[in-house]
Nanobody
Framework: QVQLVESGGGSVQSGGSLRLSCAAS????????MGWFRQAPGKEREGVAL???????SYADSVKGRFTISQDNAKNTVYLQMNSLKPEDTAMYYC???????????????WGQGTQVTVSS
């Protein structure tokens, strides 16, 4: 069983930065895909960024060049550095874990409780 706990959300002004953290505990296989997702009120959940166990990453077009996903294997933690934040980035942000490869359609079996990000104009 894997437990995921997000932190680092908050309220910032447009153009500001935040770093989200996702601490994982429990048994982990060596190969995995970790992802950050977000859901705004009245909208569907969308993928933001993915990171494979080998460090390869991918991003949604809406955040490319502004957000960076990274991982610290020693701390079992995945990060999402968010720069140049915009009001449209306002959402609940969730991290998730999958034992599938990131390429294709990984099935995310484990989810955190979410952390709120609010960006004001």
């Amino acid at each position: 069983q894997v437990q995921l706990v997000e932190s680092g959300g908050g309220s910032v002004q447009s153009g500001g930065s935040l770093r989200l953290s996702c601490a994982a505990s429990g048994y982990f296989y060596s190969d995995y895909c970790m992802g950050w997702f977000r859901q705004a009120p009245g909208k569907e959940r969308e993928g933001v960024a993915l990171i494979e166990s080998d460090g390869s990453t991918s991003y949604a077009d809406s955040v490319k060049g502004r957000f960076t996903i990274s991982q610290d294997n020693a701390k079992n933690t995945v990060y999402l550095q968010m720069n140049s934040l915009k009001p449209e980035d306002t959402a609940m942000y969730y991290c998730a874990a999958s034992y599938d490869y990131c390429a294709g359609s990984p099935r995310f079996s484990y989810w955190g409780q979410g952390t709120q990000v609010t960006v004001s104009s």
